[in-house]
């Protein structure tokens, strides 16, 4: 008889329970998002109860939008979606593979459990067959970065196979050339926040384009120069309303009207000092975070300069960015002010919205991208399958080495594995077998999502393998074996971590052997 050591309501699984309730939701998890892998895979509609307008709804098929968008109980499901999270931040694709990856890594370990192979056991192999499978990958990276023009080819190649599978496939080729322009331009840097990308409803798709410079989406103010040459910008978050008597509590009382002219007088003076600091800094185009009242706003219009009022401050933050400048917020010390700089600002109609775009900035690197499209939702989709492409790019300029898609590195990996398993004595074996099988997965479920006989493709691809022909993948548009070199292109680094977080996350939840859910909290009247 065991004594009760836990409060009254919490609950305990041991053993097998426990192991089996981590590996059935993280199955789960994978076999929710495994529809959406690949350049056939179909997207899913997250519909909010709680959200308003167009955020009720989200039509999506990026894996790491779809998990952290979902109230999830099981304890191991939250590991996956934690996997797709790093998988996002650390690469920008991949989300989607990673879960099904380590889905199918676990679904094998079940089936070695019901062997009564011991978990540790099995983690052994697993962890001999990752170091196997990183090492054929790592063999089969090849790096063109010393040929500009193959080099540009790959990551061409790169940008459409990562877009193939969004919402953007259409029109892949163009957005891939947009993305690579873009991030060729941040010359090996991975900021991103040089790169701006603008959603706006109207037209179609392949109306979207990629801008020099940055643009804003505010307007100028009234009677003020719609184009400066030359600007020197200066960019602020300081109050520009006609300055009132800001103490809280204070109150003043006049005796007649022209005490009060006299105080209006003072305000509308202490705002024309302002003004003039901020004019006697040498600048022609000012913007402000917060608002510019119609005051000193004639005030900057009878000085020439171009003001923009309520820039929001992501806006301001990449503005002083891109131009060089800091944000500033007193003028009583010039020498302590940083002024960015740029070759023109002037306005822009994008749709039927005007906006400033600041072109030639300091930071020659920043560029905008222009999404057009006919709804909100096809926008966001949009920006997220533009982000997705950018990130991969920036890391693969960075770790320039690539592989092919198309289950040709999965393919490769398995082989690597199975060959391996042959030399390593005892149960180990058995779980590299397992771990080679769950690999050779992520053809099948790109062939199944195809509308393909995976099984008959699969086989034929593992028999080009074996025959030395290791550049051979699946063409899911033609339904056959083609060979992938120079078509279906890849990122190692992507590879490398989709492989590496699914078999730690898979080890994670092996190890596991008991869950303790404490008490719920009591409701008090």
């Known amino acids: 008889m065991s004594a009760q050591i836990f409060n009254e309501g919490a609950t305990q699984e041991r053993a097998e329970n426990a192991r089996l309730s981590n590996i059935i939701g993280a199955i789960a998890i994978g076999d929710l998002v495994k529809s959406t892998l690949g350049p056939k895979g179909m997207d899913k509609i997250l519909q909010s109860a709680s959200g308003r307008g167009d955020d009720v709804v989200v039509v999506t098929n990026d894996g790491a939008t779809i998990l952290k968008s979902i109230p999830l109980d099981n304890a191991a499901a939250k590991v996956l979606v934690n996997i797709s999270k790093v998988q996002d931040d650390e690469v920008g694709d991949g989300t989607t593979s990673v879960c099904v990856l380590a889905a199918e890594i676990l679904r094998q370990a079940e089936k070695l459990l019901d062997q009564r192979i011991h978990p540790q056991t099995i983690i052994d192999g697993f962890r001999l067959a990752t170091a196997s499978a990183r090492e054929a990958l790592e063999i089969s990276a090849v790096s063109h970065q010393d040929d500009e023009k193959q080099w540009r080819e790959d990551l061409l190649s790169i940008a459409c196979t990562t877009l193939s599978s969004k919402v953007l496939a259409g029109d892949k080729h163009k957005f891939a050339e947009i993305c690579v322009e873009a991030v060729l331009r941040l010359k090996g840097s991975t900021n991103l926040d040089r790169i701006q990308i603008i959603k706006k409803t109207g037209g179609k798709v392949s109306d979207s384009y990629l801008s020099d410079g940055f643009i804003l989406a505010k307007k100028i103010g009234v009677n003020q120069p719609r184009s400066v040459k030359g600007a020197r910008v200066l960019v602020a978050n300081t109050s520009m309303d006609t300055d009132k008597v800001k103490v809280f509590g204070a109150k003043i009382k006049v005796s007649d009207t022209a005490q009060l002219a006299e105080i209006e007088r003072a305000e509308r003076e202490k705002m024309r000092t302002k003004v003039q600091k901020i004019a006697a800094l040498g600048i022609n185009v000012f913007v402000n975070r917060q608002l510019i009242y119609n005051w000193p706003e004639q005030l900057f219009a009878d000085a020439g300069i171009m003001a923009i009022e309520h820039a929001d ?128 997965q992520m053809p099948a479920i790109l062939a199944d999502n195809a509308g393909l006989d995976s099984a008959d493709l699969v086989a034929k691809l593992r028999a080009a393998h074996y025959d030395g022909k290791v550049t051979s993948g699946l063409d899911l548009f033609i339904g056959d074996i083609v060979d992938v070199s120079g078509k279906v292109t890849e990122s190692f680094k992507l590879k490398r971590q989709v492989l590496l977080s699914a078999s730690e996350a898979a080890e994670m939840i092996l190890r596991v052997d008991d869950i303790i859910r404490c008490a719920p909290r009591q409701r008090r009247n």
């Open 313 to 440: 401050f992501d806006g301001v933050e990449r503005l002083a960015l891109v131009t060089g400048g800091e944000i500033a917020s007193s003028f009583d010390s010039p020498e302590l002010l940083k002024l960015g700089a740029c070759d023109s600002v002037e306005e822009i109609i994008i749709g039927e919205d005007r906006m400033v775009k600041f072109g030639g900035t300091a930071a020659g690197q920043a560029c905008t991208i222009v999404l057009r499209g006919g709804t909100n939702q096809m926008l966001d989709e949009a920006e997220r399958s533009i982000h997705d492409a950018l990130a991969v790019l920036s890391q693969t300029v960075g770790e320039p080495r690539i592989v092919y898609g198309g289950g040709c590195s999965e393919m490769l990996m398995s082989r690597a594995v199975d060959e391996a398993a042959k030399t390593v004595p005892g149960k180990k074996s058995i779980a590299m077998e397992g771990f080679a099988l769950a690999l050779r």
